[in-house]
C-alpha cells in the first residue's frame, strides 16, 4: 500500500512459512487477501517477498514466473522488494548463525542474489515501477571471517553482483539495488562499519579493478553507488543504541544509499534485575540468534546470543567469557572479530541496559517486566516524514511463531494488518 505518496508500505512474507515455491504461492494467495480485509485496503497492495535459494530457482522457470505475475495482477499486487538474506530453511528448525551462510564469500551467494534480481526484475516490468531493492546478509557473520582475505572475498562478489544490476539497468530501464543489511555480531554490525566497508572494499578504484577482471562490464564507482546501498533495520540500529538520525545523515554524508528501511523493533531492558531475567528466559528460544548488546558505565558489552548474555548475569561458575562476549564501542570493529572481555567486568556498573535483538511486534510498546525500542522506531519514522531516503518501507516482524503466547493473541495475518496500520498511523503528517 501506499501511504502517502512517498512510500510502498508493505510487511516482509518471511513471517509465513515456506521454503519451496509452491508453498510461498499458497501461503500468500490465503495470506494476502486477509491481510487486505483487515486492513479495509482498496487499491494496490506492496509485498515484501521473501524466497529461498529453493523457491527462486523454483520461479524463475517461465511458467511460474507467468502465473505468479497473473495472480499479482489479478489481486492488485506488486512487488517492490525481495528478502536475499535467509538463504535456506528459515522457519521450524534451528537457525541460527546458519542463516548468514553461504556468505558474500561464496559461489552460492551470488547465484542465489543474481536469480533474486532477475527474478525482481521480471516483476516489475509493465507495472510502472523502476526500480526495486534485494536486502542481503551484511556481508557475513563476523565469527565466520577469519582474515582480511574473507573481507574481501566477500567485496568481490558483492561488486560481481552489481556488476549484473548494472547490465539489467542497461537492457530493461529497471535500477535495481542490492541493500546490504547491519546486525549485530555482523561484519557489518553498524552504520560505522558500513560506512568503513564501503570506503574501503566497494567504492575504491582497486577493489572495482579487481571486481572488473574477466566481467563483461566496465563496473564504475556511479554503478557501484548506484546499485549497492544498505537496508536500514531500525531493530537492529536500536539494539546497537545507535540515533536514527545520526545513522541516517552518516549514510547520507557517505554517499551511500538506504534502499530499504525496515519497520523493527526490539526488547529493550532499562532495569536489569530479577524479574527482567527471569522474563527474558522466554524469550531465550532455540530457532533464531538473539544477539544482546549492553551499555554500561564503562561502554559496551556485546553477547552472540540471549542464553549467553543470561548466562553472564547468573552468578557463580557460570558467568565469565563463555558464549563469546565482545567489548567495544558503538562504532563496531569493521573487518575482524573484536576481542574478548568478561561479561562480568561490567557487572559493578551502576548504570546497565539491555538491547536483545528479538523483533517484536511494532504496535507493542510494553511488555510483562521491560519495553520495547518502539520510541527509537518512531523517531526514524520522523526523520523519514521530514526526509525520505528511500521509498520502501517494510514491516519485518518474523519471529511470530517463537514469541511467547501471551503476545500472539489473534492470527498472524491480523497481527500483520494491526503492524501496518499503526505503521500507517506514525507515517501520517
Same mark, same amino acid.
Given at each position: ?27 500468500? +494467495? ?11 485496503? +482498496? ?31 489479478? !489481486? ?26 553461504? @556468505? ?78 547491519? #546486525?549485530? +555480531?555482523?561484519?557489518? #554490525? ?7 566497508? /564501503? #570506503? ?21 564507482? @556511479? ?124 557487572? !559493578? ?13 511494532? /504496535?507493542?510498546?510494553?511488555?510483562? +517486566? ?60
Amino acid at each position: 500500500m501506499r501511504a502517502g505518496e512517498a512510500f510502498h508500505l508493505t510487511y516482509c512474507s518471511n513471517i509465513h512459512p515456506g521454503e519451496r515455491w509452491p508453498d510461498v504461492r499458497d501461503v500468500l +494467495a490465503s495470506a494476502l487477501p486477509r491481510v487486505r480485509e483487515h486492513l479495509a485496503l +482498496a487499491g494496490p497492495m506492496a509485498v515484501g517477498l521473501r524466497l529461498s535459494a529453493d523457491a527462486a530457482r523454483e520461479l524463475e522457470r517461465p511458467a511460474a514466473l507467468d502465473e505468479f505475475r497473473d495472480f499479482l495482477q489479478r !489481486g492488485q499486487y506488486y512487488v517492490p522488494t525481495i528478502n536475499g538474506f535467509p538463504y535456506g530453511a528459515f522457519h521450524g528448525q534451528r537457525v541460527k548463525d546458519h542463516v548468514y551462510l553461504p @556468505d558474500w564469500r561464496s559461489a552460492e551467494r551470488l547465484d542465489y542474489s543474481n536469480r533474486l534480481a532477475t527474478i525482481l526484475a521480471a516483476l516489475l516490468q509493465g507495472t510502472g515501477l523502476g526500480e526495486g531493492s534485494v536486502s542481503t546478509v551484511p556481508g557475513g557473520f563476523r565469527g565466520h571471517i577469519r582474515s582480511e582475505s574473507d573481507v574481501q572475498d566477500m567485496a568481490t562478489g558483492i561488486l560481481r553482483h552489481a556488476a549484473l544490476l548494472a547490465r539489467i539497468r542497461q537492457e530493461t530501464g529497471i535500477s535495481l539495488g542490492l541493500a546490504l543489511e547491519p #546486525e549485530p +555480531a555482523c561484519l557489518l #554490525e553498524t552504520t560505522h562499519d558500513a560506512v568503513a566497508f /564501503f #570506503e574501503r572494499h566497494l567504492l575504491s578504484d582497486r577493489a572495482i579493478a579487481q571486481a572488473n577482471r574477466g566481467a563483461d562490464i566496465a563496473l564504475s564507482v @556511479d554503478d557501484v553507488r548506484r546499485h549497492v546501498g544498505v537496508c536500514f533495520d531500525a531493530c537492529h540500529a536500536a539494539v546497537e543504541f545507535e540515533d536514527p538520525a545520526d545513522a541516517l545523515a552518516r549514510l547520507r554524508q557517505a554517499g551511500i544509499r538506504v534502499m530499504k528501511v525496515q519497520l523493527s523493533s526490539a526488547l529493550r531492558v532499562p532495569d536489569l534485575n530479577a524479574a527482567a531475567f527471569a522474563a527474558l528466559e522466554r524469550f531465550a528460544e532455540d530457532t533464531y540468534l538473539h544477539q544482546v548488546v549492553e551499555r554500561n558505565d564503562a561502554g559496551y558489552v556485546r553477547f552472540a546470543d540471549l542464553p549467553d548474555a543470561l548466562a553472564s548475569a547468573r552468578p557463580g561458575p557460570e558467568s565469565g567469557t563463555e558464549g563469546g562476549t565482545e567489548a567495544g564501542t558503538a562504532g563496531g570493529t569493521e573487518g575482524g572479530t573484536a576481542s574478548g572481555t568478561e561479561a562480568s567486568a561490567a557487572g !559493578g556498573a551502576r548504570s546497565r541496559e539491555w538491547r536483545v535483538h528479538f523483533h517484536v511486534p511494532i /504496535f507493542l510498546a510494553e511488555l510483562e +517486566a521491560f519495553g520495547t525500542t518502539q520510541p527509537q522506531l518512531e523517531a526514524l519514522i520522523a526523520c523519514l516524514r521530514e526526509t525520505p531516503v528511500c521509498s520502501v518501507l517494510e514491516v519485518e516482524t518474523y519471529t511470530w511463531d517463537v514469541l511467547p503466547p501471551e503476545y500472539r493473541h489473534g492470527d498472524v495475518c491480523a497481527a500483520i494488518a494491526r503492524e501496518l496500520a499503526w505503521a500507517r498511523q506514525a507515517l501520517a503528517p
